[in-house]
């Protein structure tokens, strides 16, 4: 939970993800938001953003769904729409502090849910079959 959409944010959440994933990242995917990327800028920008920096230097591959082809985007849709109405909308919250201490609790609990694009399986399951297998 961050108290901005930038590039650094963006940057920032890369940083913390790499960290916490007991695998490799290969590639990320994103819309096209400023926060990613300035290809879509009206004035186009000539270098890159510190996001897509980071990647680069890091190895990991990047792709932007198509414009204006929300089916691309339709897992993390789905996911946000899940999101907003199982944590978002009764989120009460104090401060910035308070808001990501209740969202790692429901992150928590979020990855036991079953997900269809997972072959029916809960993140959690998925990631310890591959731990399994990989240590």
């Known amino acids: 939970m961050y108290d901005e959409h930038s590039t ?18 290969l590639r990320i995917q994103t819309d ?4 990613f990327t300035n290809a879509l ?9 510190l996001f897509e920096g ?7 591959e ?3 769904i198509r414009i204006a082809t929300p089916r691309h985007n339709g897992k993390v849709e789905r996911q946000n729409r899940q999101d907003e109405e199982r944590f ?6 104090y401060n ?18 079953i997900k269809t694009c997972l072959n029916m399986q809960s993140p959690n399951e998925v990631v310890s079959k591959y731990l399994g297998v990989m240590f």
């Open 8 to 25: 650094y944010s963006s940057y920032q959440f890369l940083l913390s993800l790499i960290k916490a994933a007991p695998f490799p990242i």
């Open 32 to 35: 096209n938001g400023p926060e």
């Open 41 to 49: 800028l009206v004035v186009k920008a000539k270098h890159k953003t």
């Open 54 to 60: 980071a990647l680069e230097k890091l190895g990991i």
């Open 62 to 64: 990047y792709q932007r």
């Open 88 to 93: 978002y909308s009764k989120l009460k919250m």
């Open 96 to 113: 910035l502090e308070d808001g990501r201490k209740q969202l790692a609790v429901y992150q928590k609990k979020s990855n036991t849910y």
